[in-house]
């Protein structure tokens, strides 16, 4: 084996190992181009080359001989990955990690850098070194004499300070086993001579430049920020939004969410400048300055410098009374653009409206402020008044509005004077510098009218200067006149009430539960771990917390004016719930304490229900997918046949019938017993190609069914959910139309029917036509065994729910549209709304959810069918606005539809899980579970039944023959199944009379006939005794009845048998009797 020297004369171990390979090639100096060249100089990491075998493809039968010589080299190669130095840098302050830092080995001229959790892995051989960290915006650390030994790598780890903690640079030698840096620990009050380091970046940013900006500190405060975007302005500028926080990414039960909006309007720009400011303010001085860390590691802070990007590159410097640049593209003035309380909003709804609109609906926000331009004034709430004119318009929160708007003023002198811009308006003031809106013009459609009114947000509007649009060279003067005011009001999110709303069943906190305080008509409602916020001025209040199916709680409270007061509110369920209202066989407290696994799958859904729960699955998840082309039907198939093969455990490939071209439509199970029956399990199904034309979501339930593949075993979440969920993805319905389909036709209908030329999304109907429909109907839909079923199609960028034919009501609407959201919801751009399709730019989706029949209306529809037969609610993602875009698109679609798909298999663990049984235990199949006095269900074998509902309480009716009918009602939580379990009695109804009454009455009857029956037989028994004693008495007398008998004959009258004698009573025959003697 040939050895060579590398340019730092370390590379010698690799000749260490034994090795069978025919040659090693570990330094390339005549390949141009070399992969192991470009991953040396541009990656941190080391690469050789192997020659394997002198016949490049060998027949197969040699392939076990070739693994025999290159077994041993290959793992010995494998460990070589352990030697040197490994360890990690992290930040002095926080302790986290520190991304992209340089690691350098004096005297060797190749350095590496420190991955996304500051962890470094540096190869070398044995021998001393002195290393280097080093990372912008932070000081240098070298350690020296580090000793690299044979074997595992040296520990080092590097704790770098902050630029701004030292003046001088840190030369403390540290031990290499155990380098640490002591915290710094600050306190709200804690006093420090350090003064905080002002912004320097004075200038007016277009937005190239500010993208730049936002993006920089980021990347170099990724401990603290996190960028990310709304949507897209009408020019298609990203509307980006940067998140500062001790954990960014997270909503931390207990902790308030503040915001604030700069550039509304375009032309008015104090508010963007300010704002950038502000950002470069606080991440220079976190964790030096106490009061900055103190309210970023309390706080979770969202700063827009721009809401109406695309105005701002039309205005013009120097601007103080115009008006180019105010509106948006559409030329609308996004501060009269959303919906108002006393007038009717005539103009269409905005891109970037709509986009903030769902921001604010998404999080939790508790306070806010608008930054505008054109005067010196803090306006609060209301903007507007029911007769349209210049009147004072009070909130139900005026002085809460008064005390947050002053926190602001009297922090910039200016402001606080009241007289603001005495050349423009002379005869203008406003005292203390506040005032309300509508007292000074009346603005209807506002910005923060519509925070007050629809989320648990007060908002207020500041106008930070007279002049919209002054000179770059101003712009220190206004951070200079307003950092205060900024600071101050930040802090006002922690004043009132805060607390938690719980369940005293469980102690789990209560979603959507309202808090409201006498006297103020303004409630708040609590965010998902049952955490609210209620600003509120010094004073004693009776605030009290309700909640649906529980009762509600009054306490008083004393707020003081600094900082808010914890109350929290466990909650009692109601006598309307179900532990008092369930019928005689019903209960929910069903005990899985004897199974761990069930305790811990239950925290496994609530944590992944959590905010960011998916993206940590997703984080710790393999994602190596393949996503660069199209599947044709024969490449699907065999893609299909490959996962079973590598997976036979996990997955079962079925065909479900044939297409009309005799194609064949698979059905892939993924499950930990694949064709076994698990009626304990939710059962869901991906359905993709009904419309051939549409083929996006045949490649994403592809990746889908690989990612779970990859990841199982591998992910303790992807496990545990495939181990408990019974996952069922039809790929293709429609194979023959898509063979026909091209790619890159964004709006070609060829490929959308089959080959007999049916929309198969019009043939679900009884009299299905279509084999493809045929097939979905018999062997999936009719089962009655699917708890979810979700369709991907294209076209545009949604989410339909049933009905897709029209109807006047829909049953279950809550529930199917909490489906279609949560699915927007997840998907990074679907929830804006916007889908921005071509000839569609005006297009508006609130939420990104629509009912079928509001979005195209039309017969015999796939999910119509799965909820009005199947008895399984049904969703249709629209996955792209092109029905075939270019597979390049294939990568970012799939990263859009991940969570959003991963969402459904835990949103299916959800709703209600029961069980029926009889008072013996046995379970009771084919139930019927009627919802809310619409919804049926059956039971399926073994008793059980599950059905997805929507957060809440609902009604639940249990039917089965021969049994009692049970009611109950079940309260359902958004992040966790109810558990239901049914005992039926035997049905204690006769002809629909009670039991007890149809038993008295047929024994009663029952001993009537008895008696009646007895007295008519002992009549007739005397009646037969006494006949036959006249007749033997008769026969004594032979002669004389002989005589008788003839005088019978000859008509006498003195004849004892003639007529006369025919009714006597008895009397009369023992005196008969007695005459003859």
């Known amino acids: 084996m040939k050895i060579c020297t590398s340019r730092d004369g370390r590379f010698s171990f690799f000749g260490l190992f034994e090795s069978r390979l025919l040659r090693v090639k570990y330094f390339s100096l005549h390949v141009t181009g070399g992969m192991q060249d470009y991953n040396y100089v541009w990656a941190s990491c080391f690469e050789i080359t192997l020659e394997l075998s002198c016949c490049k493809y060998p027949p197969a039968s040699q392939l076990l001989q070739e693994w025999e010589n290159n077994r041993e080299s290959l793992i010995t190669l494998i460990e070589k990955v352990h030697i040197g130095v490994a360890g990690f840098v992290k930040d002095s302050v926080t302790g986290s990690g520190l991304e992209n830092a340089t690691i350098s080995v004096a005297g060797i001229d190749h350095n590496i850098t420190t991955g996304r959790f500051g962890d470094f892995h540096r190869l070398l051989v044995p021998g001393t070194y002195n290393i280097t960290a080093a990372l912008i915006g932070y000081m240098p650390l070298t350690i020296n004499n580090i000793i690299v030994k044979e074997g595992p790598a040296t520990k080092v780890n590097f704790t770098l300070r902050s630029t701004a903690a030292s003046a001088t640079p840190d030369t403390t030698e540290v031990v290499a086993t155990a380098s640490t840096v002591a915290l710094l620990n600050l306190s709200p009050g804690t006093q420090s001579s350090h003064q905080p380091i002002q912004p320097k970046d004075f200038r007016h940013h277009h937005f190239p430049d500010m993208e730049i900006f936002l993006r920089r500190f980021a990347n170099e405060y990724p401990n603290i920020t996190r960028l ?3 949507g897209k302005s009408v020019e298609s500028r990203e509307l980006y939004v940067m998140e500062i926080s001790d954990n960014p990414g997270v909503h931390e039960p207990g902790e308030p969410e503040f915001k604030y909006i700069g550039n509304m309007h375009g032309n008015e720009v104090v508010g963007r400048e300010l704002l950038l400011n502000l950002i470069e303010y606080l991440c220079k001085n976190f964790g030096t300055d106490p009061e900055v860390t103190d309210l970023v590691r309390s706080t979770r802070i969202h700063l827009m410098p721009s809401m109406n990007p695309d105005g ?4 013009q410097e120097g601007d103080s009374i115009s008006v180019i640049g105010r509106n948006n593209s559409n030329n609308f003035d996004l501060n009269r653009n959303f919906p108002d309380q006393f007038v009717q909003i005539a103009d269409p709804t905005q891109p970037e409206t709509i986009a903030v609109m769902s921001w604010m609906k998404a999080y939790p926000f508790v306070l806010s402020a608008n930054l505008h331009g054109g005067s010196l004034v803090v306006n609060y709430p209301f903007d507007d008044d029911e007769q349209g004119i210049a009147t004072y318009s009070k909130s139900p929160d005026d002085a809460v509005f008064q005390q947050i708007a002053l926190s602001y003023s ?7 004077q009241g007289r603001p811009c005495k050349n423009i308006y002379p005869n203008e003031y406003f005292p203390h510098g506040i005032t309300n809106g509508a007292n000074w013009y009346n603005v209807p459609g506002g910005m923060q009218d519509w925070n007050y009114l629809q989320t648990n947000c007060l908002e207020v509007t500041i106008e930070l200067g007279c002049v919209k649009y002054p000179f770059e060279k101003d712009l220190p003067k206004f951070w200079e006149q307003n950092r205060r005011s900024l600071i101050q009001f930040m802090k006002q999110v922690h004043q009132g009430v805060k607390g938690f709303v719980l369940d005293a069943t469980d102690g789990r906190g209560i979603f959507n539960a309202t808090i409201s305080v006498a006297e103020i008509n303004h409630p708040v409602t609590t965010y998902k771990t049952g955490d609210y916020w209620r600003l509120l001025v010094p004073g004693t209040y009776k605030i009290t917390a309700s909640a649906q199916g529980y009762n509600p709680l009054t306490k008083n409270v004393t707020v003081k004016s600094e900082g808010a007061v914890q109350v929290n509110f466990t909650l009692v369920r109601s006598s309307t719930n179900i532990e008092s209202k369930k019928g005689k066989g019903a209960s929910t407290n069903t005990d899985d304490s004897s199974d761990p696994t069930t305790k811990e799958f239950e925290t496994l859904i609530k944590d992944l229900s959590a905010e960011n729960g998916l993206e940590g699955l997703m ?51 993924i499950s930990n017993k694949p064709n076994v029956s698990e009626p304990e399990e939710p059962k869901i199904r991906f359905v993709a190609g009904i419309h051939g034309n549409a083929p996006v979501g045949t490649e994403l339930l592809l990746a889908l069914a690989e990612f779970l593949c990859l990841n199982y075993k591998r992910n303790p979440a992807v496990t545990q959910l495939v181990d408990r969920t019974r996952i069922v993805i039809v790929p293709s319905l429609n194979p023959d139309g898509r063979e026909r389909a091209q790619e890159k036709d964004c709006t070609s209908k060829i490929g959308q029917a089959n080959a007999r030329d049916k929309d198969l999304d019009t043939d679900f109907t009884n009299n299905a036509s279509q084999p493809e429909t045929k097939a979905i109907i018999e062997n999936l839909i009719q089962k009655q065994d699917f708890s979810l079923s979700v369709a991907l199609d294209g076209g545009s960028v949604l989410v339909t729910y049933p009905y897709d034919k029209p109807v006047q009501t829909v049953e279950n609407k809550e529930t199917l549209k909490h489906l279609a959201s949560l699915y927007a919801n997840n998907h990074p751009s679907m929830h804006l709304g916007q889908p921005s399709c071509p000839n569609k730019s005006d297009e508006n989706i609130p939420g990104g959810v629509m ?25 249709t993602v629209y996955t792209s606005c092109c029905y075939f875009p270019s597979a390049t698109q294939l990568p970012s679609l799939w990263a859009e539809n991940k969570k959003s798909l991963l969402s459904m298999l835990v949103e299916v663990h959800k709703g209600v899980h029961g069980f029926v049984k009889d008072k013996t235990g046995k379970p009771i199949s084919n139930a019927v579970i009627v919802l809310n006095e619409g919804i049926k269900v059956h039971t399926k074998e073994g008793g059980h039944f599950h059905v997805l509902l929507a957060p809440g309480v609902h009604n639940i009716n249990a039917i089965a023959d021969g049994y009692q009918q049970q009611h109950s009602q079940v309260f359902v939580h958004h992040d966790a199944a109810s558990s239901v379990v049914i005992v039926f009695d035997t049905d204690n109804q006769i002809f629909g009379l009670p039991r007890e009454l149809v038993v008295t009455v047929s024994g009663a009857t029952m001993s009537a006939l008895v008696l009646t029956a007895c007295i008519i037989w002992c009549i007739c028994s005397i009646k037969s005794n006494r006949h036959k004693d006249g007749f033997h008495r008769l026969r004594q007398h032979h002669d004389e009845y002989e005589d008788e008998i003839r005088l019978m004959s000859t008509g006498s009258k003195k004849s004892l048998l003639s007529h006369e004698f025919q009714d006597e009573t008895d009397t009369e025959e023992e005196t008969l009797y007695s005459s003859k003697h």
């Open 228 to 230: 990310y975007s709304l």
């Open 312 to 315: 701002y590159e039309k205005a």
């Open 410 to 416: 009297k922090e910039n002198s200016q402001m606080f």
């Open 619 to 669: 984080l710790r998840s393999s994602s190596n997918l393949a996503l660069y082309r199209y599947h044709s039907y024969k490449d699907l198939s065999e893609f299909l046949r490959g996962l079973v093969m590598n997976y036979p455990h996990i997955t079962n490939l079925t065909n479900l019938g044939h297409s009309a071209e005799y194609r064949q439509i698979w059905s892939l199970e």
């Open 851 to 875: 009912r079928g029949a509001e979005w195209h209306s039309h017969l015999g529809s796939m999910k119509d069918y799965s909820v009005t037969y199947g008895h399984c609610p049904e969703i």
